[in-house]
């Protein structure tokens, strides 16, 4: 390819999706680097013997979380001069092409100069149906505030204007909060409505017409102690969507637990422990 793009997949036990992911994007990049956050079960020991024989992978010796396992490929990408770093999670599937696409109808926009993230709009596996997954020749941009880790197609550039990924948050918000510098800085997310992708987050499932999605203890902590942070340092660029996060990191998210989910004692009390710690700038360690 000629678009110069280095592709990060971030994983920690992967599964059979991490072959899925690999095959549907591995003919739209130019390189490929896995970072594996000290993945322990078998099953996943052997996946990553599978891909190790075509792909590049750094073992992390602990999960050092989401955000330094990306820096860890940024620095790669950097060092090589691409031009454009597309970040991954281990559940996401892409359609054929998606990249070739967005990036020639990238080339067609007026305000293509500020424009820092392009990407196709994700639908959750738990959402998906034959209706839903679609792939158009012409590409409807919509500007967005925040995107996604998995499928942002970001210009390395951005990374020398707003910094690298924040390794303070460890996981969730992590994607947030780059897009919420990029959005301070008058940069654009563009998100193409017309060209989707398929990413599972969690073990979702549909219960009484919600999705919950059944984050471990660990989750539940980092979710309501990073949603408060963005809360605090970006009310002002985005009171709506900051609140809106919050909001659904928090109690909307205690109270699917309470509902729908197992370990109830035990998660919100991490949960709440993070909201404190949110509140007051801190770290604890959660097993």
């Known amino acids: 390819m000629n678009n110069n793009i280095f592709a990060i997949i971030v994983t920690y036990n992967p599964n059979n999706s991490l072959i899925r992911l690999y095959n549907s994007i591995k003919e739209q990049v130019d390189e490929i680097v896995i970072v594996d956050n000290s993945s322990c079960n078998n099953d ?3 996946i990553l013997k599978i891909l190790e024989k075509d792909v590049f992978i750094i073992h992390n010796k602990q999960n050092l979380g989401v955000a330094s396992a990306l820096n860890w490929g940024l620095k790669i990408a950097m060092d090589k001069n691409y031009q454009w770093v597309l970040t991954l999670d281990q559940d996401s ?28 709009k994700a639908i959750e596996r738990v959402n998906l149906d034959k209706n839903v997954l679609f792939y158009s020749k012409e590409v409807v941009w919509n500007d967005a505030i925040l ?32 897009c919420y510098r990029l959005i301070k800085n008058r940069y654009k997310i563009k998100v193409a409505q017309n060209i989707n ?13 919600c999705v919950v999605r059944n984050h471990n203890s660990k989750r539940k902590y980092y979710l309501p102690r990073n949603v408060t942070i963005m809360l605090k340092k970006y009310f002002f660029i985005a009171p709506y969507t900051t609140m809106r996060y919050f909001l659904g990191g928090t109690f909307f998210s205690w109270l699917k637990v309470l509902l ?18 949110g509140v007051f700038n801190v770290r604890r360690n959660i097993l």
Request: hydrophobic residues 40%; aromatic residues 12%.
């Open 44 to 46: 996943s020991v052997e």
């Open 93 to 120: 599937e892409f359609l054929p092409n998606t990249y070739k696409l967005l990036l020639d109808f990238y080339e067609k926009l007026k305000d293509k100069a500020k424009t820092m993230i392009i990407a196709p």
């Open 147 to 178: 995107n996604l880790t998995s499928g942002s197609l970001i210009k390395a550039e951005a990374f020398d204007k707003v910094g690298l990924f924040d390794d303070k948050l460890f996981i969730e918000q992590v994607d947030n909060d780059f």
């Open 197 to 209: 992708f398929i990413q599972e987050i969690g073990n979702a499932k549909r219960v009484c017409g």
């Open 260 to 277: 729908f989910e197992k370990e109830k004692v035990k998660k919100i009390t991490c949960g709440f422990k993070g909201f404190i710690d």
